[in-house]
């Protein structure tokens, strides 16, 4: 009993598995810290999209742009300053919704009032996704928690992390699976376009001028083509102009967004392509046919989304403000 080297080695296994756990993520991370946390995100989250019910799609791309470029720690949420051109700016980055960065200060906020300095913008980015999904009728899924803000956040780390309706497929599918997402998940992810909309711009080449023969692309539906050509005739005058990027049910989180595929009711080409290119293809059709599946593999894919790159320990902060550096009242002015 009285054997000093054994308590020494009882307490060293304490530090190093104390300061291991503090380092992963865990479903109760705050229970402690902010036992607030899960029931302040719930009222924030839901007062937010039933005000602004587009918030739910806004929120959900901006915390998939987040998570490609340099992992889910908030980086997309720094404001530029005249040091630095911050990834929100970045083109890509452009039509993100001011109500999706809204609503992550407003929980901030909220948060900072109760338990100050305790949750990271990261964490409340990835809890308002996924409470965004269910409540727009997607599947529930699990977001462990305890990410650290990032400290970087550079526009021109953007434009090679980020996949654009006009690449082809190959490069799309090399740029997820060099994420390590395989392209079952990958077709998964983009049934996130069954809600929220695109600006015209993103697929006025199908539209207009599309190739020597035909004005559209003949893969639309060509009352879909027409009735696209009508809403987008002024855009370039009026940039503002988008279509729902699943005509069917444009709000709501279910399996629509493939069956449209098959019909020539997708919106944009890379959404289009997925239907046909014979490595996705049988993805598309699984999904069209069984919604649990798709809720199923959807799920899984962003619990992934969610850890992808993850910093937690010294590497990274807790932000004071989701848009600015802790670092920034000190090195700026
Ligand atoms: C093939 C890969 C993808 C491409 C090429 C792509 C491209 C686009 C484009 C061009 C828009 C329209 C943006 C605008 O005009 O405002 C858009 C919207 C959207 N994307 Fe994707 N996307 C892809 C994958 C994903 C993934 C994996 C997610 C999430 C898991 C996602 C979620 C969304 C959402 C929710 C919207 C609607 C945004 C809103 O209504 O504010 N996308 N996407
Ligand atoms: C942590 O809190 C959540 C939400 O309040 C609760 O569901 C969960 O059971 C708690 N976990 C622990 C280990 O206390
Ligand atoms: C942003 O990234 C680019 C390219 O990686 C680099 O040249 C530039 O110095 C970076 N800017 C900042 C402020 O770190
Ligand atoms: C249509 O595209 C062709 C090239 O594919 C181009 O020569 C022509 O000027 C374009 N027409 C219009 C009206 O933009
Ligand atoms: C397009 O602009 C013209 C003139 O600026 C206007 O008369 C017409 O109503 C507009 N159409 C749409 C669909 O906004
Ligand atoms: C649909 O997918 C679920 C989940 O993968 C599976 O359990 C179920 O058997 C499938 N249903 C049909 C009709 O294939």
């Known amino acids: 009993m009285?054997?000093?080297?054994?308590?020494?080695?009882?307490?060293?296994?304490?530090?190093i598995s104390f300061s291991y756990s503090k380092s992963e993520l865990s479903l109760d991370y705050y229970n402690k810290s902010c036992p607030q946390f899960a029931s302040i995100m719930e009222q924030i989250v839901s007062e937010k999209q039933i005000a602004s019910p587009a918030t739910a799609a806004g929120v959900l791309r901006l915390f998939f742009h987040d998570c490609m470029v340099e992992g889910c720690d908030g980086s997309l949420?720094?404001?530029?300053?005249?040091?630095?051109?911050?990834?929100?700016?970045?083109?890509?980055n452009q039509p993100l919704p001011g109500d999706a960065?809204?609503?992550?200060?407003?929980?901030?906020?909220?948060?900072?009032?109760?338990?100050?300095g305790i949750v990271s913008c990261a964490d409340i980015l990835a809890t308002a996704a996924r409470n965004l999904v269910i409540m727009v009728g997607g599947p529930y899924y699990h977001v462990r928690l305890g990410r650290k803000d990032g400290l970087v956040s550079n526009a021109s780390r953007v434009e090679g992390n980020i996949a654009t309706p006009t690449m082809p497929?190959?490069?799309?599918?090399?740029?997820?699976?060099?994420k390590g997402f395989s392209v079952q998940e990958m077709v998964a992810l983009v049934g996130a376009h069954t809600i929220g909309f695109s600006h015209c711009k993103e697929f006025s080449n199908r539209l207009f001028n599309f190739s020597k023969t035909s004005e559209t692309d003949p893969a639309y539906h060509p009352k879909y083509?027409?009735?696209?050509r009508k809403l987008c005739a002024n855009y370039t005058k009026d940039p503002a102009m988008s279509a729902y990027n699943d005509v069917m049910t444009p709000g709501k989180f279910d399996n629509l967004y493939y069956r449209n595929l098959k019909t020539g009711l997708g919106l944009l080409s890379t959404d289009q392509a997925m239907s046909v290119?014979?490595?996705?293809?049988?993805?598309?059709?699984?999904?069209?046919a069984n919604e649990t599946a798709f809720f199923k593999d959807f799920a899984h894919a962003m619990e992934k989304v969610s850890i992808y790159k993850i910093k937690?320990?010294?590497?990274?902060?807790?932000?004071?403000?989701?848009?600015?550096?802790?670092?920034?009242?000190i090195n700026l002015r």
């Open 101 to 116: 960065f809204d609503l992550v200060t407003r929980a901030k906020t909220a948060l900072e009032l109760q338990c100050p």
């Open 277 to 288: 290119d014979k490595r996705t293809k049988p993805f598309v059709d699984l999904y069209a």
């Open 77 to 92: 949420l720094i404001a530029s300053t005249s040091f630095n051109k911050a990834e929100r700016d970045a083109d890509i």
């Open 312 to 329: 937690t320990g010294k590497k990274g902060e807790v932000r004071h403000r989701c848009d600015q550096f802790n670092a920034a009242k």
């Open 169 to 178: 497929l190959s490069d799309i599918i090399s740029r997820f699976d060099s």
């Open 225 to 228: 083509a027409e009735g696209l």
């Open 2 to 15: 009285a054997f000093p080297g054994r308590n020494l080695l009882i307490l060293l296994l304490f530090f």
